[in-house]
């Protein structure tokens, strides 16, 4: 399904067409100011909150890079996460990655060219110093290893949660897309829509890939978390997003997000014709 046809298919919440297709131009916010790391934060595998150990996290060359050449002694499940500081509930999500350089020694082979993006996210602050995964879903990336063989990028992973795909609660851990394989260090668009607890659509380079639905805290995976966090069955509607780290260096780019959730009426003041999903309490007259 192309990327117009899926917003128009929105129609289901009673959405215009027209509406949907004018939220791809309109009002994009920067969530990376391209010069530091202000409005990000940090939580390693291992390490306190904030904890940026090593500098895995940085910026350079107007992009966050993910790099370990600071790192001392084996890798030790240091599994990193860079959040943006303002939680979303619905919103369209876009940005740009490529994969550099060398799987650190010692991470697990899984993580070859592998990386990806979090979101619906519990807070850093609300994470234990030995939980390994933020209780959240990620949209992962991949990139191809050996020529001829498929490795699909934009799939669905979900530590500590469940979505529900084809009509069920899936049981796997993670759900592969229907992207092509990029190989090398090229850079591939990712874009993210996602709806409350709605739908949620992946898009790789302009093509839809992937959609689920119902997000909620289940499953396994993550580990080391508070368990009175983790409320098995109750929906994901909003929460933290964040690039991730797991001992494969990756550049970030062109970070932006759009919200798709505000006053839908006309006659308000703050009324935008790309929001979604409605906010009347939100609305100023």
């Not at 390490?47 to 940085?58: L, P, W």
């Not at 060398?102 to 602050?125: C, E, K």
């Not at 490795?151 to 530590?159: I, K």
């Not at 996602?194 to 949620?200: C, M």
């Amino acid at each position: 399904m192309a990327k117009k046809d899926f917003l128009c298919s929105v129609l289901m919440l009673a959405i215009g067409c027209a509406t949907l297709q004018s939220q791809i131009q309109d009002d994009w916010e920067n969530m990376f100011n391209g010069e530091n790391l202000k409005g990000w934060t940090t939580k390693i595998h291992h390490y306190e909150v904030g904890d940026n150990y090593g500098d895995t996290f940085r910026a350079e060359d107007g992009m966050i890079k993910v790099r370990y050449d600071q790192y001392e002694g084996e890798f030790n499940d240091r599994f990193s996460h860079l959040y943006y500081d303002k939680p979303f509930s619905d919103f369209h999500l876009t940005l740009q990655y490529r994969f550099v350089g060398d799987l650190y020694p010692g991470a697990p082979d899984y993580t070859l060219l592998n990386s990806g993006i979090m979101f619906h996210s519990q807070d850093p602050r609300t994470m234990l110093k030995e939980q390994d995964w933020p209780i959240s879903v990620e949209m992962q990336f991949l990139a191809g290893i050996e020529k001829g063989k498929d490795r699909p990028t934009g799939n669905m992973c979900s530590p500590g949660t469940d979505v529900v795909f084809e009509g069920k609660i899936d049981p796997r851990h993670c759900i592969n897309s229907t992207s092509d394989t990029y190989y090398g260090n090229q850079w591939v668009t990712a874009e993210l829509i996602v709806l409350h607890d709605s739908l949620i659509t992946h898009i790789i380079n302009g093509k839809t890939v992937l959609q689920y639905t119902k997000p909620q805290i289940g499953g396994g995976v993550v580990n080391g978390f508070d368990a009175n966090l983790k409320q098995d069955g109750k929906p994901l509607k909003e929460g933290l997003i964040a690039l991730q780290s797991e001992g494969q260096p990756i550049d970030f780019r062109s970070i932006k997000i759009k919200n798709l959730k505000g006053c839908t009426d006309p006659k308000a003041k703050n009324y935008r014709d790309y929001y979604v999903i409605d906010d009347a309490a939100s609305c100023a007259y």
